[in-house]
């Protein structure tokens, strides 16, 4: 079936969540990112989590919308959904005990030479507080599947490298990342993002991969977490944006390649891509933004 651009407007929102500590000790875990900011709960002033655990709320509710009565997809159609474009703006700390609720809407439909294109906005908010902690707009691609209706689009910004931003990034400077071949698994339970073509082999064959690949997600978050080691001391500032394209899969084991190339300290704007092991990319069109920020939760060690 078609995909039905009435579909645009449709809300969803998640049961008041408590966080836990133990989830962003294992998200900490699962990237080795281990500042203590984010690995020792018993640090004065507590943990806080890292910010790209973002995705694992929105999960909560990407799963719903893409088989969301009001889209009009069958089964197979729903599953041919990939992410193309992740932008994440943060605003505050996560941090455990927090009650959040995270809100995603359907913001746009279309259709792209590859198929029909979906705009999500998601808000992550501190329920205690009244306080937004993230909002993320994404964007996904479902492969073969036609559009019912006329394009449909609710008002906002272009977002960032939307539109094709490119820098070279030719002479930058480069940091390898390793991935194991375990990696999809343990991410896949500290995070809680499951999508067995990251796991199940055979699943992977069927879906006509030649391997099981890495989560966009997990490569995304990787890619992040090198970007705040080598920015976030060194500028004294804190990671407020992340935007990224998804180009390519990640077969682990495998060995990737960030380059990144800071504009100035006083603008905070890194431009990077990943690279996978044939120098092909799998992140692109990347932007980090590092801001001052007025939390004094967020200062830097």
């Known amino acids: ?65 893409r088989v969301h009565p009001a889209l009009g997809l069958n089964d197979d159609e729903a599953c041919r959904g990939v992410h193309y474009i992740q932008d994440s703006t943060f605003f505050s700390s996560i941090r455990p005990d927090m009650t959040v609720e ?32 993230v909002r993320t707009r994404s964007i996904s691609i479902y492969r073969d599947v036609a559009v019912e209706g006329n394009a449909a689009k609710l008002p906002e910004t272009s977002m960032p490298n939307e539109r094709g931003q490119h820098v070279d990034l030719g002479d930058s400077d480069s940091t390898g990342i390793q991935v194991s071949r375990s990696f999809p698994q343990l991410y896949t339970e500290c995070a809680d993002i499951w999508n067995p073509i990251h796991t199940e082999r055979r699943v992977a064959l069927a879906a006509g991969l030649p391997d099981i690949i890495v989560h966009g997600t997990a490569t995304w978050a ?80």
Request: glycine share 10%; net charge neutral.
């Open 1 to 65: 079936m078609p995909l039905q651009s009435s579909a645009v407007g449709t809300v969803l929102k998640s049961p008041a969540i408590t966080i836990p500590t133990r989830w962003l000790l294992a998200y900490a875990a699962v990237l080795g990112l281990d500042d203590e900011r984010y690995a020792d709960d018993a640090r004065v002033g507590g943990i806080e989590a890292i910010p790209f655990i973002c995705t694992r709320f929105e999960w909560l509710l990407q799963r719903q919308l």
């Open 102 to 133: 995270v809100e995603g809407e359907i913001r746009e439909i279309r259709g792209v030479r590859a198929g029909a294109l979906i705009r999500y906005a998601y808000g992550l908010r501190n329920l205690d507080t009244g306080a937004d902690l």
């Open 222 to 301: 990787l890619a992040g977490c090198q970007l705040m080691r080598s920015y976030e001391t060194r500028w004294g500032k804190r990671l407020s944006q992340f935007a990224a394209k998804f180009s390519g899969n990640v077969i682990p084991p495998s060995e990737l390649l960030i380059r990144h190339a800071p504009v100035a300290e006083q603008t905070g704007i890194v431009h990077f891509d990943v690279l996978g092991p044939d120098g092909l990319s799998v992140l692109r069109d990347g932007l980090a933004v590092f801001d001052r920020c007025a939390d004094p939760n967020r200062t830097p060690k």
